[in-house]
């Protein structure tokens, strides 16, 4: 459908505010960002208000722009004191709290305009910025409109939609201007993305019905019948770009990687000095299948922290080296792409020395690849990975240059998926197998919006030989509490266990008004303690070298300071198994699903593990309840739906975790569990039937609108 050009050159939504409603308005809608037909069309209200009910005012805060429903219940016009000049002061209740308005004025005859107006008894709505002015809350110079006013009879019946607002742009600004722009708009200006059968199966209204309703409702249930088909639009939408990206990358063949008897991967399972869990060899056995196929693998394996999913990496790359292809692992961090290696080099043994003494028959050659690397050490990396000679590659971002040639690459794996945008995972791995892990459980509303591009897979069993680690909460200020744990730390350390101590920050330097716990000091504190008397404390943080941070870590996994001082650094993936208590310091100042990464490092060995956080949260906040929430269970899918449930939506997606997901206004991602299925399945089901969506014209192009606003995204970002 295509949609009109008007005469003078623009569609009607990309129509500049200026020329259809003229440069005053248009100036002030601006400072909305509202500066097309269309960008104003699209300013939905957050919500709505009703006329003889008045709006709460116990919710305003110091600096925000706020527009309520209020009655007048006083007026006061005098002199001021000290100046030259009058004040108008009323006061507006909503029944339950009050608020003050002020004006001001050189001479007394503009505020006896306001006075008469503002009647005491008078109900208005009243827009403006909340400041304080000695200790108490109120508007200075508020717009206001009296809700009587209104002359269109049938509008009072209606609710009042409440618009986001700006300074002297008050929300009934916003929707006059609406008012006047929607009798343009037809429908074949808001072509509707949503096939008219899922509509009619939903009980949905057309997108040009949604959008006048949403901004002139007749009366709540229709206002919400309008943003609920916002949100399926926003679902389907989504969903279609993703089965279409799923069916695009599946459609590019790629070398198939058969299972070999003989080669290196049965050497590898021949060696390995534990026995593969169910879950382990399960997915083991899909993945393999996958790799045998011409179709890229584009598969999440998601399994809690230490759940085992190296190996399971390692031994899928060993199919790929057997049938001559190379396989990379891209690591988030320096520390773990070396502790990476470390692993697969004691797991391969003789079988990743090829070409050098001891190497064994069938053996491959490991190599890595970071920023940490000197020029000649990279040179020669460089060539033994463009050779082909090195079957195994892994490294951080470096991976990702451009003079980083791996003519044979056949699979990549990506870890801790969290840290890397979507972009990166395709700048690797664009059109070979991919294997995506990650630690984070990632709650299934999330992995469907977010991975709806991927297959899952989930190991939910914990190798044999892990130990549960019991966690408590411990108040800072409690004197006798903390003795005790640091007498823990001395007992831990005698009974030849390791100890973590985890602090916000480095040094006091970062922010020094907050007194937060920092690597440098709690060191130099513990050091001087006598309960701590003779034993060897090391630190770890982001402002080493990588040479410091790889030395650090082994003294402390040799046990020579087996007490570690450290940041978050060590919060993915390092492993040393016989760490049995982690003190988490100023535990509220991490983020649940990091508390619980942080956690995962210990009870590694055979030993059970010992987790206390630490902190100075009031009970009853926010803070504590996530600490009780972290303290009461181990279970990371658990936690991560509980994770969802206390913060808001917005952290979840607005990160790095996908730009897609910014255009998600309507849907939310904690709320709309089932929607998001319903909308996946119709949506998967229409790209299998229609790949390039050519009967589905409107909905095309919502998709490649999608994809324009991830590329805009990724620039940005
Ligand atoms: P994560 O899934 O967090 O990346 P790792 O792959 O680092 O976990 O594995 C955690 C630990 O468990 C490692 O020390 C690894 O050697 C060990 N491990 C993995 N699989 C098994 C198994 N089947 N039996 C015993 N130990 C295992
Ligand atoms: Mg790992």
Redesign the pocket.
Known sequence: MATAVTSDGWTALTRPLERALGKRTANALAKLDLHTVGDLIYHFPFRLAHRGELMPIAAVREGEPVTVIARVIGTNLRPMNARRGYILQVRITDGTYDLALTFFGKSSRPLQYHERRLQVGTVATFSGTISSYRGQLQLTHPEYELVDDEPDLARLERPIPIYHAAERVPSWQVEKAIATILPSITPADLPDPLPPDYRQQHGLPARYDAVRTLHMPDDDASWKQASLRMAHEEAFVLQANLARRAVAAKDRATAAFSPHTGGILEAFDAR??????AG?RAVGEEIAAELATTTPMQRLLQ???????????LRAMLQVVDGGGQAALLAPTEVLAWQHLR?IED?LGPLGLAGQLGGAETATRVEILTGSLTTRQRRQALARIASGEAGLIVGTHALLSEDVQIPFLGLAVV?EQHRFGVDQRDRLAGGVHTLV?T?TPIPRTIAMSVFGDLDVST?RE?????KSVATTVVPATNERWMARVWERAREEVDGGGRVYIVCPRIDGEENPDEDLASVLDVAEELRARRILNGIAIGVMHGRLSTEEKTVAMAEFAGGNTPILVSTTVIE??V?V?EATLMVILDADRFGLSQLHQLR?RIG?GGKEGTCLAVSRAIAGTLAAERLAVFASTTDGFELAERDLQLRSEGDVLGTSQSGRASHLRFLSVVRDVELIAQARDAARTLVASDPELSEHAELAAAVAELDEGRADYLEKG
Do not use: C, E, F, I
């Not at 390995?272 to 869990?277: D, N, Q, V």
């Open positions: 390995l000095p534990y026995r593969l869990t382990q399994g809690d922290v230490g759940s085992g999913k190296t190996v399971v990496a692993t797991l870890d892990m630690a190991l914990l190798p044999a030989g892990r993915v993936g492993d198994p995962g590694r």
